[in-house]
């Protein structure tokens, strides 16, 4: 911290800006100018004569170009902004400074905008269009405008109304009702803060983008392109130790059997009326000592709301997991089973019903050729081999192990059971499904530098299993007993949550719906594993949404940047306007193809699930 800002000091943040670098400095009192780089604006706070107000000022850091100091130094404060505001409007165009402030009136608005209305109506209605759209629980969202003479005026005036017109300088002032504050104190609301620090911060960008696109040289691709570049260091050491977390266990190998074939023999021996008995992997980790870890985690130190938001959610889902791996095998296991992966709506349920109602029958020839589970394993490798082509960061492979039932990708790795039974035709459709989709999501989340997107957004799996059923339908393999499979999930997972039984489950999928006795097997040991694990219900459910999102006229590829769940797309999108995420390395060989296109292009015309068949 410095003790007072001198010449020296203004000239070598000026300098520092033409020079296109990043200002990050101490300003007298606890102050704090930090500009990401050159920018065409500045939010500025200061706080109120020997009153300081934290919460308020933390809504400024949310933006890219910020000043905090007090009133006490506008004195001192004056210099420093006419240089960088004159500097910049020099290298723009035109230049805004947008000044925060705390009503300190019980009866004020939500928010006023303190600003010039004649002479930029456009601007001005933007702001006012975006403060108006946020909602906040129990308080009317009001919005007023009034005049900005207050901040041409002593004690405030930090530019004469002369110079701002000279250098096509724009301030607003914008006034907040502290709701996030207990009434009288300055005990903060949490929550309540971070949503509206969140949504001003949007609201402010919004106004920027439309001043700039009119009035200055610069022109941002979107809004969000006005939010930071540069990432803090405690951003990826948070980053780094929620991976740390996440990597000490492997959940869905955790969760399934290790005796699968002998709880077979066992249930089969028992005419199918025995509920089997499940032995689990040893746990390799202390739950209670991993929980403490976590949210030992100081997220609240990240203040880039929409990186903040990514490390919640991810706390959120790692507890979830933690809780589940305690309860293995316990009642409760299953409800945080439901939190996590959710449950089967109604919806869902007739879309299962209604497949396995159009196809009542297996469809694919008992006596089909399987494929020899070292060549499966030996195809596999060779589409890896094709993703390293693209990308020489693909370090993964294939495992064939005994305590694998089907195949597993687990950290970017393909796990193939010894006693797989693949049918021949349907081999192209797994490689895709799983070095296609989900060993290609892994690393290319891997190539990006924020490690969530290789670790896994929290519900990520949805859109993951909507992905990779979509691509075997694009390589033509999804055929209609893959579909009854994937009905027979989510119809499995609906009457677990409704209290059926194993042995109950078994003989609905056996007698109502004709599967065969290891096809139904199969199907109940996923569903009821762990102690009831709803994940299965995923597969058909990412596919009807994904298809849905396809037909609103959005693109296939953006989805393939790592393992996000579906809401998460803006967020990504934000992220790569700030340059905070690269371009993805890694094509799945359908994408490549020619003769797959016009199955792209059928996807947007917009088909159903049913179409599929």
């Known amino acids: 911290m410095i003790e ?18 990043q200002v990050h400095r101490r300003l007298p009192d606890g102050g704090l100018v930090y500009i990401d780089r050159p920018l065409p604006f500045l939010i500025l706070f200061r706080h109120p004569v020997e009153k300081p107000d934290h919460a308020t000022a933390d809504f400024v850091k949310a933006t890219a170009s910020y000043i905090i100091s007090s009133q006490e130094s506008t004195d001192e404060l004056r210099p420093l902004v ?8 020099d290298e723009f165009g035109a230049f805004m400074i947008i000044e925060l402030l705390a009503s300190q009136d019980s009866q004020a608005p939500l928010f006023k905008i303190l600003g010039p209305e004649k002479q ?4 001005l209605k933007v702001l006012k269009e975006e403060l108006a759209s946020i909602k906040v629980s129990g308080t009317s969202t009001t919005v007023e405008t009034a005049s900005n003479e207050k901040l041409l005026q002593e004690p405030l005036c930090l530019m004469q109304e002369e110079e701002l017109k000279k250098h096509a300088i724009l301030i607003l002032g914008v006034e907040l009702k502290p709701v996030y504050l207990r009434t009288g104190t300055d005990k903060v609301y949490p929550l309540l803060q971070r949503t509206l620090r969140q949504k001003i911060a949007d609201a402010i960008k919004k106004t920027v983008f439309d001043f700039v696109q009119v009035q200055s040289t610069h022109k941002p691709l979107h809004f969000q392109a006005l939010g930071r570049h540069a990432v803090k260091r405690v951003v990826w050491r948070i980053d780094k130790q929620l991976t740390s977390i996440s990597d000490q266990f492997r959940f869905l190998l955790l969760v399934t059997p290790v005796n699968n074939n002998e709880a077979w023999e066992e249930f089969r021996k028992s005419k199918y009326d025995k509920t089997p ?58 409800y945080s089973s439901m939190q996590l992966y959710g449950g089967v709506d109604a919806q869902l349920l007739k879309v299962a019903e209604g497949i396995l109602a159009a196809i009542p029958e297996p469809t694919r020839d008992s006596d089909a050729e399987l494929i020899p589970v070292p ?7 060779q589409e890896i081999a094709f993703l390293r082509s693209q990308y020489e960061g693909v370090d993964s492979g294939v495992d064939v192990r005994d305590d694998i039932v089907g195949l597993i990708v687990s950290k970017g790795r393909l796990n193939v059971g010894t006693d797989a039974k693949i049918p021949r035709s349907r081999a192209e459709a797994l490689i895709q499904h799983e070095v296609g989709t989900h060993i290609l999501t892994y690393y290319n989340g891997k190539a990006q530098p924020l490690h969530q ?7 990520y799996e949805e859109l993951q299993e909507g992905l990779a059923v979509l691509s075997e339908w694009l390589v033509g393999g999804l055929d209609q007993d893959r579909m009854r499979l994937l009905a027979a999930r989510v119809v499995a997972v609906h009457h677990l949550t409704k209290g059926s039984s194993f042995v109950e489950n078994f003989w609905r999928l056996k007698d109502k719906y004709n599967f065969t006795e290891e096809t139904a097997w199969d199907v109940t040991m996923r569903v009821h594993r762990g102690g009831g694990l709803t994940k299965d219900a995923v597969y058909l459910r990412g596919l009807v949404h994904l298809l849905d999102y396809l037909k609103q006229g959005h693109e296939l590829e953006p989805l393939l940047i790592g393992k996000i769940r579906q809401d998460y797309i803006p967020i990504v999108q934000e992220l790569i306007y700030r340059k905070v995420l690269r371009p993805v390395p890694l094509k799945p060989r359908y994408l490549q193809d020619e003769s797959i296109k016009p199955k792209l292009e059928q996807l947007k015309t917009g088909i159903s699930v049913f179409n599929l068949l």
Do not use: C, W
Not at 120 to 123: F, G, I, V
Not at 375 to 381: K, N, Q, V, W
């Open 4 to 21: 007072s800002i001198t010449d020296s000091f203004i000239r070598r943040t000026t300098k520092s800006l033409q020079r296109g670098k």
């Open 82 to 89: 006419q240089s960088i505001a004159k500097a910049m409007a």
């Open 120 to 123: 930029l109506p456009a601007t």
């Open 277 to 334: 008995t499940f032995h689990y992997r040893l746990m390799p980790v202390d739950t209670d000592k991993l929980k403490r870890d976590l949210y030992n985690i100081p997220i609240e130190k990240v203040d880039d709301p929409t990186l903040a938001y990514l490390f919640r959610d991810k706390r959120h889902e790692l507890d979830k997991m933690i809780t589940m791996l305690s309860d293995r095998n316990k009642p409760d296991f299953l």
């Open 375 to 381: 060549e499966f394993a030996a195809l596999a490798e």
């Open 453 to 459: 997107l290789y670790v896994g957004s929290p519900g």
